[in-house]
Each structure stands twice: as C-alpha cells, then as structure tokens.
C-alpha cells in the first residue's frame, strides 16, 4: 500500500482516500465473505470497515501498517454483522467449471461443496483465523496482529479450526457412506 496515499488520506484527502478505498475495496470485500459466508453480509460488512477506517485513519499511528489495520476493522465489522444476523437464505451462484462434462469437474463441485458445508460449522473466530492465514497467506503473527491475539491463541484456534473442519467432513463422508448402504 502507497503510505504517501495513507498520509495524505489521513489529512482528510477524500481522492487519496477514494483511491484506497478502491484499491483495497475488493480484498476487503473478499475477505469479508470467506468469513461471513454470505454476499450481502459481507457487502454490508465491507461498507461499514471503509466507514469505520475513514472515521479513524487520523488516529492510525505507523500509514505502513494501513493493510493489517484495515483487516482489523474489517474483521471487526465482520463480527458485528454476524451478530446482527439475519435469517439464513441460501446464496445460490453458478461456479464456473473447466469442463462442465468431464467426471473430473463434478467432483470438483461435489468437494467445494463438502468444504463450503463444512466451513459454515465453523464459528465466526475460526473462520477469521483461516482465511487471514491461510487466504491472505498472513503469518500467525500477522494474524494475531490483526486481530488483537496473542500469537499462541492465534495458533491454537487455527489448530482447532483445522481439526473442527477435518471432522465436519469426516462426519459428511460417513453420512454419504451410511446412506448409500441403506
């Protein structure tokens, strides 16, 4: 991120801050629905994070660490959606496919699928934690950081979120299993 353009965007320039805005706009956004889950709640999320950084960019101290300080009101804003959840519909979208014929890409679906039923068991704090990792390929450190952990608590729900995700599929494969043989 250009700290010139977090500098002057923290002297109340509204271009500086439009072309942040438009230049993180998306990650945000992306982010905001690996953990949310939902388009809506993340669209809702994302807007009230770009409001929250543009009311406190002038208290940002170090305009290098702008990226990690902005996932942390992202994420925050994320929490704050969930909490004020509405009823779950579902967010149907046609995945685009290689090859919509061959064995290879159904198997491709059925396994996004299994992972997409699996992520949405997780809670709102795991989900965090793996998509800042694992997506935003942060460090445990950078993800700790962002948000506002101890690194050791960063590493143990990224242990507990891998294993919760392990045994959701493990327990959808059994099911799968159980049923064919009924």
Same mark, same amino acid.
């Given at each position: 991120?250009?700290?010139? =353009? $977090?500098? &002057?965007?923290?002297?109340? +320039?509204?271009?500086?801050?439009? #072309?942040?805005?438009?230049?993180?706009?998306?990650?945000?956004?992306? $982010?905001?629905?690996? *953990?949310?889950? +939902?388009?809506?709640?993340?669209?809702?999320?994302?807007?009230?994070?770009?409001?929250?950084? %543009?009311?406190?960019?002038?208290?940002?101290?170090?305009?290098?660490?702008?990226?990690? %300080?902005?996932?942390?009101? =992202?994420? &925050?804003?994320?929490?704050?959606?969930?909490?004020?959840?509405?009823? %779950?519909?579902?967010? =149907?979208?046609?995945?685009?496919?290689?090859?919509?014929?061959?064995?290879? /890409? #159904?198997?491709?679906? @059925?396994?996004?699928?299994?992972?997409?039923?699996?992520?949405?068991?997780? #809670?709102?704090?795991?989900?965090? $934690?793996?998509?800042?990792?694992?997506?935003?390929?942060?460090?445990?450190?950078? $993800?700790?950081?962002?948000?506002? *952990?101890?690194?050791?608590? /960063?590493?143990? &729900?990224?242990?507990? /979120?891998?294993?919760?995700? &392990?045994?959701?599929?493990?327990?959808? /494969?059994?099911?799968?299993?159980?049923?064919? @043989?009924?």
């Amino acid at each position: 991120m250009d700290t010139d =353009l $977090v500098t &002057r965007a923290q002297r109340g +320039d509204e271009e500086a801050f439009a #072309s942040l805005a438009v230049a993180a706009g998306d990650r945000l956004h992306a $982010v905001a629905h690996r *953990i949310l889950r +939902d388009l809506d709640l993340a669209d809702d999320a994302t807007q009230q994070a770009l409001l929250a950084i %543009w009311r406190d960019l002038p208290q940002l101290r170090d305009p290098a660490r702008f990226e990690g %300080w902005a996932y942390r009101i =992202l994420v &925050r804003a994320c929490y704050a959606e969930r909490r004020r959840e509405r009823a %779950w519909s579902p967010n =149907l979208r046609l995945l685009p496919a290689l090859d919509p014929h061959g064995a290879d /890409a #159904s198997q491709s679906i @059925v396994a996004r699928d299994q992972i997409e039923r699996g992520f949405r068991r997780l #809670s709102l704090e795991h989900r965090a $934690v793996i998509v800042l990792h694992y997506y935003l390929d942060l460090p445990l450190a950078g $993800v700790a950081e962002t948000l506002g *952990i101890p690194v050791g608590t /960063a590493r143990s &729900r990224l242990h507990y /979120a891998v294993r919760a995700l &392990r045994a959701a599929l493990d327990a959808d /494969a059994r099911t799968a299993v159980e049923v064919m @043989v009924r």
